[in-house]
């Protein structure tokens, strides 16, 4: 992929998942609108700029973020709006920078997530959260979390998915060489 193609990806992939994240924090949802924008971008940037393998690298980019976060949506640990902005992301970004932003927002999601779960509650509700968890284990049965347990918070997963994209943005050499060419 040649600089501009690379600027111009970096650049709505920036400013798509700073949409995203706004929606995720404020609202819990990502639109629909923004996922399609954010597809048809990445299949029409590679496309435009690297004709037929462009084409083939957003489409692999998707497809592989498509088939890594189905199986999360499908346990209920995503929700649909953040396996869909990651299938658009991917036909930006392509199958290596995808593949290393999931794995990045695995490891900052579990930070993420506690973080916002412990603001959202507070720490009575972690109180709560081991309590059940102690007593789950001691009766061998589950016990759904109450109003008020950090088990029970809906966390927003684009902060995680962000930071992830970046760290492997930031880790890839093509996008440091581009980064270290304006400095």
């Known amino acids: 992929m040649d600089d501009n193609t690379l600027l111009i990806n970096v650049t ?5 998942l700073s949409i995203t ?5 404020r609202y819990q949802r990502i ?13 029409i940037i590679n496309t435009t700029f690297n004709g037929l393998f462009g084409l083939g690298q957003s489409l692999s980019g998707a497809a592989l973020a498509l088939v890594v976060l189905l199986p999360a949506f ?7 709006g953040d396996v869909k902005i990651m299938i658009a992301i ?8 995808i593949i290393w932003s999931i794995a990045y927002a695995i490891v900052f999601g579990v930070f993420t997530s506690i973080l916002i779960a412990i603001k959202t509650v507070g720490f009575n509700g972690v109180k709560l959260a081991i309590s059940r968890y102690t007593d789950c284990i001691y009766t061998r049965t589950y016990f759904k979390p109450e109003p008020g347990d950090m088990g029970a918070v809906q966390v927003p997963y684009a902060p995680a998915l962000m930071l992830g994209w970046l760290l492997a943005c930031y880790l890839d050499p093509s996008i440091n060489r581009l980064l270290n060419s304006f400095v």
Do not use: Q
């Open 12 to 16: 709505a992939s920036i400013i798509m």
């Open 74 to 80: 499908a346990f209920r640990l995503l929700g649909a």
């Open 21 to 25: 994240l706004y929606f995720d924090l």
């Open 31 to 43: 639109p629909n609108k923004l996922c399609l924008i954010t597809l048809l971008l990445g299949l």
């Open 90 to 97: 991917g036909a930006l970004s392509g199958p290596l920078i």
